[in-house]
């Protein structure tokens, strides 16, 4: 993705474009954030004359980028191995939405960079997640931002043509997702969630939630949370009502979550959880509860 030739370099706009390409492959917005300063040292560290002859700085650093990603989902892979219960991907709030609460939150907060669509939705990533580091790289720089394999065989070391069959076979494993609920649905199913959850009504939970639900937290080891996933419509919805009864004072919120009806839970002002949902004829089949505090920090500056 690196043409020789002469330009100015115009790095400092291609930051958000990065930052989107580095969260989708590896769904911390941390993570992408290291990995593009990590990409801009080496753009830097290049000597001046090297800079003036890369025609498009823009490709180079994301050819640099999506290689330090995949070098960091290869790593990934053995650190989640040690990982205390299930590992999910950092929840997005919604900036025109949530907003920064006295203006403490920096413009340049990378999570401000990340475009909301269903290529960040918690169960189109929770998908990526089940994908090989080379499938991944692949297939969301090729189907999410529409690199030709050409150039993503520069990143993979790969053939264009090896390249293309990555991304086929994660392609395969996306297809068996089931079709997406209009929003307007998903948050009509997601607000009776919370009613129910708030009045601990056991027998309208199970009602909302699939036979067949699942519910993954992800508490890191730092919170409680069940280290397994819970298993079938009637016993989440009794987890969910222990949880309120342990829990006085949880307040629960609507709220985008990575550009999809949610729901917060926090308690004295301050974010416990993140819910995701997967809503299908009417049903919730999947939540996704997020309660590592140190992946709720984008969250942190709501008042």
Same mark, same amino acid.
């Given at each position: 993705?690196?043409?020789?030739?002469?330009?100015?370099?115009?790095?400092?706009?291609?930051?958000?474009?990065?930052?989107?390409?580095?969260y989708?492959l590896?769904?911390?917005?941390?993570?992408?954030?290291?990995?593009?300063?990590?990409?801009?040292?080496?753009?830097?560290?290049?000597p001046?004359?090297?800079?003036?002859?890369?025609?498009s700085p823009?490709?180079?650093?994301?050819?640099?980028?999506?290689?330090?990603?995949?070098?960091?989902?290869?790593s990934?892979?053995?650190?989640?191995?040690?990982?205390?219960?299930?590992?999910?991907?950092?929840p997005?709030?919604?900036?025109?939405?949530?907003?920064h609460?006295?203006?403490?939150?920096?413009?340049?907060?990378?999570a401000?960079?990340?475009?909301?669509?269903?290529?960040?939705?918690?169960?189109?990533?929770?998908?990526?997640?089940?994908?090989?580091?080379?499938?991944?790289?692949?297939?969301?720089?090729?189907?999410?931002?529409r690199?030709?394999?050409?150039?993503?065989?520069?990143?993979?070391?790969?053939?264009?043509?090896?390249?293309?069959?990555?991304?086929?076979?994660?392609?395969?494993?996306?297809?068996v997702?089931?079709?997406?609920?209009t929003?307007?649905?998903?948050?009509?199913?997601?607000?009776?969630?919370?009613?129910?959850?708030?009045?601990?009504?056991?027998?309208?939970?199970? +009602?909302?939630?699939?036979?067949?639900?699942?519910?993954?937290?992800?508490?890191?080891?730092?919170?409680?949370?069940v280290l397994?996933?819970?298993?079938?419509?009637?016993?989440?919805?009794?987890?969910?009502?222990?949880?309120?009864?342990?829990?006085?004072?949880?307040?629960?919120?609507?709220?985008?979550?990575? +550009?999809?009806?949610?729901?917060?839970?926090?308690?004295?002002?301050?974010?416990?959880?993140?819910?995701?949902?997967?809503?299908?004829?009417?049903?919730?089949?999947?939540?996704?509860?997020?309660?590592?505090?140190?992946?709720?920090?984008?969250w942190?500056?709501e008042?």
């Amino acid at each position: 993705m690196g043409t020789v030739g002469t330009r100015t370099d115009g790095t400092a706009d291609e930051r958000p474009q990065l930052i989107n390409v580095a969260y989708r492959l590896l769904g911390s917005v941390t993570e992408a954030e290291d990995a593009v300063q990590d990409a801009y040292a080496r753009w830097y560290g290049l000597p001046r004359s090297r800079r003036e002859e890369i025609l498009s700085p823009g490709a180079w650093l994301t050819t640099v980028t999506s290689r330090i990603c995949l070098d960091l989902l290869g790593s990934a892979r053995a650190r989640r191995e040690h990982y205390v219960g299930a590992w999910l991907p950092e929840p997005l709030p919604d900036r025109t939405e949530w907003g920064h609460a006295g203006g403490a939150a920096p413009a340049a907060d990378p999570a401000d960079r990340i475009v909301l669509d269903e290529s960040v939705a918690m169960a189109f990533l929770v998908v990526l997640e089940s994908m090989t580091p080379a499938e991944r790289v692949a297939f969301v720089l090729h189907d999410v931002f529409r690199y030709p394999f050409a150039e993503i065989a520069d990143v993979l070391g790969r053939t264009p043509a090896a390249c293309k069959q990555l991304a086929a076979s994660a392609r395969r494993r996306v297809s068996v997702a089931p079709a997406p609920v209009t929003a307007t649905g998903r948050a009509d199913v997601v607000r009776r969630v919370k009613e129910a959850w708030e009045t601990k009504d056991v027998a309208a939970l199970v +009602g909302l939630l699939d036979p067949a639900a699942v519910m993954t937290a992800d508490g890191g080891g730092m919170v409680g949370a069940v280290l397994r996933p819970v298993e079938g419509g009637a016993r989440i919805a009794q987890y969910m009502v222990a949880i309120a009864d342990r829990a006085p004072g949880l307040e629960l919120l609507e709220r985008s979550v990575n +550009g999809v009806p949610g729901l917060v839970a926090q308690r004295a002002g301050v974010v416990m959880t993140v819910a995701s949902f997967d809503v299908s004829d009417g049903r919730v089949t999947r939540i996704w509860a997020v309660r590592n505090p140190e992946k709720l920090r984008p969250w942190a500056r709501e008042g």
